[in-house]
């Protein structure tokens, strides 16, 4: 094995946005509505509300689909990506990047899910998209399911719950590989796969009201098995559509400790960790792990497969391992302990960390230990794809934005993941969460802001949009021209 002193040569420096939480232009150009489009800022709301998961229901969707405006539906309105792409491009290129992980809107290309040929007008924006990423020498990386699905899907169907979303998922995704086979080389199945046990209706489209009563662990359960079986289906399709393509899974890493060393905080943050690299598992090994079916058992569980399904699993399963990562918690089998949010998520909370303004506990060191796991675990090419934190900017009088917390969040990050690769770890690239700042996914504020590059607008959507550099766009330039070399 090759020793590295630092990143590898060749290492893929980025940034990471959403289609939903960046494009807006949500009825134009005959795009449907998505699951995003009904997800409304609330104020009143605590942070701990959010990581609790705020719940949707039929009577909410149907208030949000009579109100068309986008004044309490901030991903309605994003950051204007569609119209300003160019502009944001040409700034993600001002900053050096190799790299760019982006979404396809599933409902821009079809904008039910279940029409018999695409909306040609959303696949040209795409391949604009790409073809400019290209000429700017931006690699793209694409994530084709990113808490985007089309409503009309999750109304008719329940979301994945049904096996027809399957075959409507499959349709959509080789529709893509054969419009951006010459464009695209690196794929993503769906965001945070993992996320369906705490946010269904934003990862799967299952709508809470719409499940059998007692039988919601079954109804996500089912979902996500379509969700697996559908990852295989395309992974199989992009190998044999786009020869030397690579597709990858992605994984929430929710990196969790034991809050002391009483062996039952130990089992119970064991089995939280456990859960946590479940989905994954299935994903690179090809099978659904033994205590994950023995769990799921308990439950009262019963997957209804297909005949086929398990050997679909195994025969295509991914060429790499991406990951989120923003922070870690721990866990205690005591009750009433301190708890902090994370992301879409509780823990209790470590006294030996910081926080940021949204309460997520911020761990340098996490990251690396994350990074040694996932690949002593899966022995695949790891890429980290979302990582940052968001924090209320102030602009000064000047129009100059002063970051420092941001980039000594990044700073020590990077000096971690430098000691990883030193230590074996095979890690082929980095894409920050976000590089411009956007719709946040869990309270679709603006004012939670991840970018080196601020947007002009506020969580009213007041503001002119204009884009302005911060001081870590400049600091995140200088890494990616020295590939990282002086961090310290």
């Given at each position: 094995?090759?020793?590295?002193?630092?990143?590898?040569?060749?290492?893929?420096?980025?940034?990471?946005?959403?289609?939903?939480?960046?494009?807006?232009?949500?009825?134009?150009?005959?795009?449907?509505?998505?699951?995003?489009?009904?997800?409304?800022?609330?104020?009143?709301?605590?942070?701990?509300?959010?990581?609790?998961?705020?719940?949707?229901?039929?009577?909410?969707?149907?208030?949000?689909?009579?109100?068309?405006?986008?004044?309490?539906?901030?991903?309605?309105?994003?950051?204007?990506?569609?119209?300003?792409?160019?502009?944001?491009?040409?700034?993600?290129?001002?900053?050096?990047?190799?790299?760019?992980?982006?979404?396809?809107?599933?409902?821009?290309?079809?904008?039910?899910?279940?029409?018999?040929?695409?909306?040609?007008?959303?696949?040209?924006?795409?391949?604009?998209?790409?073809?400019?990423?290209?000429?700017?020498?931006?690699?793209?990386?694409?994530?084709?399911?990113?808490?985007?699905?089309?409503?009309?899907?999750?109304?008719?169907?329940?979301?994945?719950?049904?096996?027809?979303?399957?075959?409507?998922?499959?349709?959509?995704?080789?529709?893509?590989?054969?419009?951006?086979?010459?464009?695209?080389?690196?794929?993503?199945?769906?965001?945070?796969?993992?996320?369906?046990?705490?946010?269904?209706?934003?990862?799967?489209?299952?709508?809470?009201?719409?499940?059998?009563?007692?039988?919601?662990?079954?109804?996500?359960?089912?979902?996500?098995?379509?969700?697996?079986?559908?990852?295989?289906?395309?992974?199989?399709?992009?190998?044999?559509?786009?020869?030397?393509?690579?597709?990858?899974?992605?994984?929430?890493?929710?990196?969790?400790?034991?809050?002391?060393?009483?062996?039952?905080?130990?089992e119970i943050t064991l089995q939280r960790n456990l859960n946590n690299y479940?989905?994954?598992?299935?994903?690179?090994?090809?099978?659904?792990?033994?205590?994950?079916?023995?769990?799921?058992?308990?439950?009262?569980?019963?997957?209804?497969?297909e005949p086929g399904d398990l050997e679909t699993l195994k025969a295509h399963?991914?060429?790499?391992?991406?990951?989120?990562?923003?922070?870690?918690?721990?866990?205690?089998?005591?009750?009433?302990?301190?708890?902090?949010?994370?992301?879409?998520?509780?823990?209790?909370?470590?006294?030996?960390?910081?926080?940021?303004?949204?309460?997520?506990?911020?761990?340098?060191?996490?990251?690396?230990?994350?990074?040694?796991?996932?690949?002593?675990?899966?022995?695949?090419?790891?890429?980290?794809?979302?990582?940052?934190?968001?924090?209320?900017?102030?602009?000064?009088?000047?129009?100059?934005?002063?970051?420092?917390?941001?980039?000594?969040?990044?700073?020590?990050?990077?000096?971690?993941?430098?000691?990883?690769?030193?230590?074996?770890?095979?890690?082929?690239?980095?894409?920050?969460?976000?590089?411009?700042?956007?719709?946040?996914?869990?309270?679709?504020?603006?004012?939670?802001?991840?970018?080196?590059?601020?947007?002009?607008?506020?969580?009213?959507?007041?503001?002119?949009?204009?884009?302005?550099?911060?001081?870590?766009?400049?600091?995140?330039?200088?890494?990616?021209?020295?590939?990282?070399?002086?961090?310290?």
């Amino acid at each position: 094995m090759s020793m590295h002193k630092g990143f590898p040569e060749n290492f893929m420096w980025g940034g990471a946005i959403a289609a939903n939480q960046v494009e807006g232009a949500w009825n134009v150009d005959g795009k449907g509505p998505s699951v995003a489009d009904v997800a409304s800022y609330k104020p009143h709301l605590s942070v701990e509300d959010y990581a609790g998961h705020v719940g949707i229901s039929t009577k909410m969707i149907e208030e949000a689909m009579a109100d068309l405006s986008d004044k309490d539906y901030p991903k309605r309105r994003g950051i204007d990506f569609y119209h300003r792409y160019k502009e944001d491009l040409a700034l993600f290129a001002e900053m050096g990047f190799k790299t760019l992980r982006v979404s396809i809107a599933w409902s821009r290309i079809f904008p039910t899910g279940e029409e018999e040929t695409p909306n040609e007008k959303g696949l040209r924006f795409y391949e604009n998209l790409f073809t400019e990423m290209r000429r700017l020498n931006i690699e793209p990386i694409v994530t084709l399911s990113h808490y985007e699905m089309p409503l009309a899907l999750s109304v008719k169907y329940n979301g994945w719950y049904e096996r027809k979303v399957v075959d409507n998922f499959v349709k959509f995704s080789r529709v893509c590989f054969d419009r951006y086979k010459n464009l695209v080389k690196y794929w993503l199945t769906f965001n945070e796969v993992d996320s369906i046990n705490r946010h269904p209706f934003t990862t799967a489209g299952i709508i809470p009201d719409r499940c059998p009563e007692g039988q919601e662990d079954q109804v996500v359960y089912q979902a996500l098995h379509h969700q697996l079986v559908a990852s295989a289906m395309v992974t199989k399709d992009c190998h044999e559509i786009i020869p030397g393509s690579q597709m990858g899974c992605m994984l929430t890493k929710l990196t969790t400790y034991p809050n002391t060393c009483n062996p039952a905080d130990v089992e119970i943050t064991l089995q939280r960790n456990l859960n946590n690299y479940f989905y994954s598992d299935v994903q690179v090994f090809g099978e659904y792990p033994v205590l994950t079916l023995r769990m799921l058992e308990k439950k009262g569980v019963q997957i209804h497969m297909e005949p086929g399904d398990l050997e679909t699993l195994k025969a295509h399963t991914v060429d790499f391992v991406s990951f989120s990562y923003y922070m870690s918690l721990t866990e205690s089998a005591e009750a009433g302990k301190e708890r902090t949010a994370g992301n879409t998520i509780m823990g209790v909370k470590n006294p030996y960390l910081p926080s940021t303004d949204w309460g997520w506990q911020i761990d340098p060191i996490g990251l690396k230990i994350s990074l040694i796991e996932l690949y002593d675990r899966y022995r695949k090419p790891l890429i980290i794809v979302e990582n940052g934190m968001g924090a209320v900017d102030r602009v000064e009088s000047d129009g100059s934005i002063h970051d420092d917390y941001r980039i000594k969040y990044f700073r020590d990050h990077f000096i971690q993941m430098k000691e990883a690769v030193e230590a074996g770890v095979d890690l082929f690239g980095y894409t920050s969460w976000a590089p411009i700042d956007l719709i946040s996914a869990s309270t679709s504020q603006m004012s939670k802001r991840y970018g080196f590059i601020y947007v002009d607008q506020d969580d009213l959507g007041n503001g002119t949009l204009e884009r302005s550099r911060k001081d870590s766009f400049y600091w995140y330039k200088k890494v990616i021209e020295t590939n990282g070399e002086d961090l310290e």
